[in-house]
């Protein structure tokens, strides 16, 4: 009995303690919900039939379409091949950032990608223009528009425009919902008006295009028309007669042309005739050539042969005047046995026995 005592008294305790710990709260910062779409945003043109070209926007400018009520047909498309529109791009150009509720006053409008809101959810939604086409004012070709307005009734006209500009801009969106009593919350969490909207839901993606118009029967208006085709016209009968001068010129110059082609055959003919002819002279020309050559040859080696026997004779011949000159400088002396001496130049003068015969021995000496 008294264990069971002691027992209560330590439940009792600690539920005492318990309640006496302050509870865990987490501070939330309010957000303000509904801000407005910018102004001009508001003022752009959102045509929800347009919307298969968010991902060539470049396409759907210069087209003429059809609005009929709800429903948007594109008729055609009148741009000039050697001018396409001009496009450019953007990635931050951030146009609009907060989070709606259900009392948005563009709850589920196209104008935002049909982003509906229910009761008791907030979404978060982000604008971005991320790429703008365009026509400048000499890009459009107002004759073309005004030859196939021609055909156009009066009650179509009125419903017909043209697309000048056109818009992309994504629509990230992700929704929040609305915390219930005491649930556990995770993910992004915050407060408006006291009640606490959490989510761990991603971004989703969505686009949205928007378009400058112009009415046909306003194009038309800034335009004369008649002017235009008159003008075209004459234009185009001016570009025909000058297509028939150049067509004349051309063909007299293909004459001239053949004349010459002719004339330069002919020469060819010729020439090839006479080259011939050539060759044949080239033939027997070349035998005499290799003929003259040859004597040519012989006659150099007899040149140099006769070279060489002049050089030997003229050779001989100063050895012969050499020796005559020496011959004239030899001195020849005689002694007689008693000693006696007698020099002479030649042996001429006199002779070598006879000098014996008078008893003289002979000794030569050269100088």
């Given at each position: 009995?008294?264990?069971r005592?002691?027992?209560?008294?330590?439940?009792?305790?600690?539920a005492?303690?318990l309640?006496?710990?302050?509870?865990?709260?987490i501070?939330?910062?309010?957000?303000?919900?509904?801000?407005?779409?910018?102004?001009?945003?508001?003022?752009?043109?959102f045509?929800?039939?347009?919307a298969?070209?968010?991902?060539k926007?470049?396409?759907?400018?210069?087209?003429?379409?059809?609005?009929d009520g709800?429903?948007?047909?594109?008729?055609?498309?009148?741009?000039?091949?050697?001018?396409?529109?001009?496009?450019?791009?953007?990635?931050?150009?951030?146009?609009?950032?907060s989070?709606?509720?259900?009392?948005?006053?563009?709850?589920?409008?196209?104008?935002?990608?049909?982003?509906?809101?229910?009761?008791d959810?907030?979404?978060?939604?982000?604008?971005?223009?991320i790429?703008?086409?365009?026509?400048?004012?000499?890009?459009?070709?107002?004759?073309?528009?005004?030859?196939?307005?021609?055909?156009?009734?009066p009650?179509?006209?009125?419903?017909t425009?043209y697309?000048?500009?056109?818009?992309?801009?994504?629509?990230?969106?992700?929704?929040?919902?609305?915390?219930?009593?005491?649930?556990?919350?995770?993910?992004?969490?915050?407060s408006?008006g006291?009640?606490v909207?959490?989510?761990?839901?991603?971004?989703k993606?969505?686009y949205?295009v928007?378009?400058?118009?112009?009415?046909?029967e306003?194009?038309?208006?800034?335009?004369?028309?008649?002017?235009?085709?008159?003008?075209e016209?004459?234009?185009?009968r001016?570009?025909?007669?000058?297509?028939?001068?150049?067509?004349?010129?051309?063909?007299?110059?293909?004459?001239?042309?053949?004349?010459?082609?002719?004339?330069?055959?002919?020469?060819?003919?010729?020439?090839?005739?006479?080259?011939?002819?050539?060759?044949?002279?080239?033939?027997?020309?070349?035998?005499?050539l290799?003929?003259?050559?040859?004597?040519?040859?012989?006659?150099?080696?007899?040149?140099?042969?006769?070279i060489?026997?002049?050089?030997?004779?003229?050779?001989r011949?100063?050895?012969a005047?050499?020796?005559?000159?020496?011959?004239e400088?030899?001195?020849?002396?005689?002694?007689?046995?008693?000693?006696?001496?007698l020099e002479?130049?030649?042996?001429?003068?006199?002779?070598?026995?006879?000098?014996?015969?008078?008893?003289?021995?002979?000794?030569?000496?050269?100088?």
């Amino acid at each position: 009995m008294q264990s069971r005592f002691y027992s209560v008294l330590f439940l009792l305790f600690a539920a005492q303690i318990l309640f006496a710990q302050p509870s865990r709260k987490i501070k939330l910062n309010p957000v303000t919900v509904g801000f407005d779409l910018p102004e001009s945003y508001k003022q752009r043109t959102f045509i929800k039939g347009l919307a298969g070209f968010v991902n060539k926007i470049d396409q759907l400018v210069g087209a003429m379409i059809l609005v009929d009520g709800n429903k948007t047909s594109v008729l055609t498309r009148f741009v000039r091949q050697e001018k396409p529109p001009v496009v450019t791009t953007a990635t931050s150009d951030v146009i609009y950032n907060s989070k709606i509720d259900s009392k948005f006053k563009f709850n589920g409008a196209y104008s935002i990608a049909s982003t509906k809101v229910e009761k008791d959810n907030i979404c978060e939604i982000i604008l971005t223009d991320i790429g703008y086409a365009f026509l400048p004012e000499d890009y459009i070709p107002y004759l073309e528009i005004c030859r196939a307005a021609t055909n156009v009734a009066p009650e179509t006209r009125s419903k017909t425009y043209y697309v000048r500009s056109a818009k992309l801009t994504t629509v990230y969106t992700r929704a929040f919902q609305k915390v219930q009593g005491n649930s556990e919350v995770s993910g992004v969490v915050f407060s408006v008006g006291g009640e606490v909207f959490s989510t761990t839901d991603q971004f989703k993606l969505d686009y949205v295009v928007s378009v400058d118009l112009v009415s046909l029967e306003k194009l038309l208006s800034l335009h004369n028309c008649n002017d235009l085709l008159n003008n075209e016209e004459i234009a185009r009968r001016e570009k025909a007669e000058k297509a028939r001068l150049e067509s004349m010129r051309a063909d007299e110059e293909k004459k001239a042309r053949e004349q010459e082609a002719l004339a330069a055959k002919n020469q060819v003919e010729e020439l090839r005739r006479t080259l011939s002819e050539s060759l044949v002279r080239t033939v027997d020309m070349q035998g005499q050539l290799h003929e003259a050559q040859e004597r040519e040859r012989a006659a150099l080696e007899q040149l140099n042969a006769a070279i060489r026997r002049a050089d030997e004779m003229t050779a001989r011949a100063q050895a012969a005047q050499q020796n005559v000159e020496n011959r004239e400088e030899i001195i020849l002396t005689f002694k007689s046995k008693e000693g006696k001496v007698l020099e002479i130049k030649s042996l001429e003068e006199l002779s070598e026995e006879k000098l014996r015969e008078l008893g003289f021995d002979v000794e030569i000496l050269k100088r």
